[in-house]
């Protein structure tokens, strides 16, 4: 099942418009001393920095 195709935008941040974005996972499960599953979720760095967590 896929989602239905966007169009290309550049990722931005919602609360202050910032581009630099980190990329977490949320719930990763240790298997064989490997990482796997878990959430992908993007953060933006700028609100990071500033102690909040603005997920994109
Ligand atoms: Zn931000």
Known sequence: MR???KPE????C???GGR???ESKI???MKNGKP???TKALLCVVCLLKGERVTL
Do not use: N, Y
């Open 14 to 16: 919602h609360r202050c």
């Open 36 to 38: 796997t599953g878990g």
């Open 27 to 29: 719930g990763v499960l």
């Open 9 to 12: 935008a550049m990722v931005q």
């Open 20 to 22: 630099e974005v980190i």
């Open 3 to 5: 989602a239905m195709p």
